[in-house]
Nanobody, 121 residues
C-alpha cells in the first residue's frame, strides 16, 4: 500500500503565506501525477493544482499567480507554496498522487488525510 502524509497547514492572516508538504511512502514504483485538492465547509472537493511527471503544472483559476506546485521525485514529495492567501482559501487541503505500486501493475490514486488551512485576521 501507499501512504501519503501532509503537513504545513496553519492559521494565517490574509495576505500571508504557507507551504504545504506531502510525502508518499510504501510500495512505490513510479508516481505519475501529484496534486493538491481542497474542500471548504459545505462545498465539494476541488482541484487546486497538479503536476505531471514532466513537471508541467496546472492551476485552478482561483489560485493562478498566487500558488506554486512543485515536486521532488527523490523524496516522493509534492509541495504547494501559497502566497497572498485570502479568506476564500480556507479549507482542508488534500494531497493526491497517481501511483504505480509495482512494475506492470496499473496505477491508482491515493489520498492523504488532509491538513487544515485557515485564513483569518
Amino acid at each position: 500500500q501507499v501512504q501519503l502524509v501532509e503537513s504545513g497547514g496553519d492559521l494565517v492572516q490574509p495576505g500571508g503565506s504557507l507551504r504545504l508538504s506531502c510525502a508518499a511512502s510504501g510500495s512505490i514504483f513510479s508516481i505519475i501525477n501529484m496534486g493538491w485538492y481542497r474542500q471548504a465547509p459545505g462545498k465539494e472537493r476541488e482541484l487546486v493544482a497538479r503536476i505531471g511527471s514532466d513537471n508541467t503544472p496546472y492551476y485552478a483559476d482561483a489560485v493562478k499567480g498566487r500558488f506554486t506546485i512543485s515536486r521532488e521525485n527523490a523524496k516522493n514529495a509534492v509541495y504547494l507554496r501559497m502566497n497572498d492567501l485570502k479568506a476564500d482559501d480556507t479549507a482542508v487541503y488534500y494531497c493526491s498522487m497517481f501511483v504505480r505500486p509495482r512494475s506492470m501493475v496499473p496505477p491508482a490514486w491515493f489520498w492523504g488525510q488532509g491538513t487544515q488551512v485557515t485564513v483569518s485576521s
